[in-house]
């Protein structure tokens, strides 16, 4: 079972207080920021000890893309993206390593395959997926989505972006502890971008002690997100570093246990100074 207490054990010298660092692999034709760079098997094995070497704590490893827009991907074609990388990658490091998916079968297989997390946008609503995970030892992590990929930024509205997620969030962690999964397994997502504009993404962000403060581990996704872009008035994806960077560092500030990030090496330092010298 991945134990965050131990891994964050693990940092504790280096960067004490602050989250540990998920290494983003999308081995995807059409990520909002990555997609295609690493499809190549070659590529994608140097991009894996590439961010090893870099620091990342845990290897986040998706096969579907789920930005705005995104099309379904096939179960065998997301399949045939993933299993032989967590294959791979479990035959030479020892690592945690997590799969992006919100489908059921690409759980059981990536169980199977020997992954520690599953990170699922849809919180376990898939048919079958709780009990695929409470069958197994794996931790989960639990996303606040509103719609899908395919509409969920045409108008998202709340009448309280917090309580709203928040709600759902504990609501979903509380039928994963009743259908057998345990609470130390359980993780938290606001969902950063995932059916929320750039009023509601800034709401939760100054909000996260709220999120931080519950009784499970929380994880903060924005890295180069489109409310990295607004807020630096409208700078391109491979311009998005700089304020990617201090929004993983500001989320470890405010309590988040986990960090998901494109760009490894900047975040690890810039969380290693902070947690020297605050």
């Known amino acids: 079972m991945f134990d965050i207490q131990k891994e964050l054990q693990k940092t504790h010298l280096s960067r004490p207080g602050m989250p540990l660092v998920m290494g983003i692999l999308n081995v995807t034709p059409d990520s909002f920021s990555d997609g295609g760079a690493f499809v190549n098997p070659v590529v994608i094995e140097k991009r894996v000890i590439q961010m090893i070497k870099e620091g990342a704590d845990i290897l ?5 893309s789920t930005r705005p827009g995104a099309e379904k991907v096939p179960l065998q074609t997301e399949l045939d993206r993933v299993i032989p990388v967590i294959e ?5 490091f020892d690592i945690p390593i997590s799969i992006d998916t919100y489908k059921t079968q690409v759980m059981a297989q990536a169980i199977h395959s020997g992954i520690t997390i599953v990170n699922d946008v849809n919180a376990l609503q898939d ?9 197994s030892d794996v931790s989960v992590c639990l996303m606040h989505k509103k ?17 709203e997620v928040k709600a759902f969030l504990l609501e979903r962690a509380v039928t994963c502890e009743d259908a057998g999964i345990a609470k130390n397994r359980i993780i938290l997502d606001p969902g950063f971008g995932f059916g929320k504009d750039l009023s509601h993404n800034k709401e939760l962000f100054i909000c996260l002690s709220e999120f931080s403060s519950l009784d499970y581990p929380l994880l903060v996704g924005v890295s180069r997100k489109r409310m990295i872009g607004e807020i ?4 391109s994806v ?10 993983a560092v500001l989320a470890g500030m405010k309590g988040s246990s986990i960090v998901r990030v494109h760009d490894v090496a900047p975040t690890v330092d810039a969380l290693k100074m902070v947690a020297q010298l605050i």
């Open 232 to 235: 630096l008035d409208g700078v």
């Open 88 to 92: 791979w990658i479990k035959a030479r």
């Open 60 to 64: 986040d490893i998706g096969g579907e």
């Open 238 to 247: 491979e311009k998005r570093l700089h304020g990617s960077v201090a929004a």
């Open 147 to 163: 719609g899908t990929p395919q509409d969920m930024q045409l108008a998202p509205s709340y009448e309280n972006v917090v309580t």
């Open 127 to 135: 048919e079958g997926a709780v009990e695929c995970v409470a069958a």
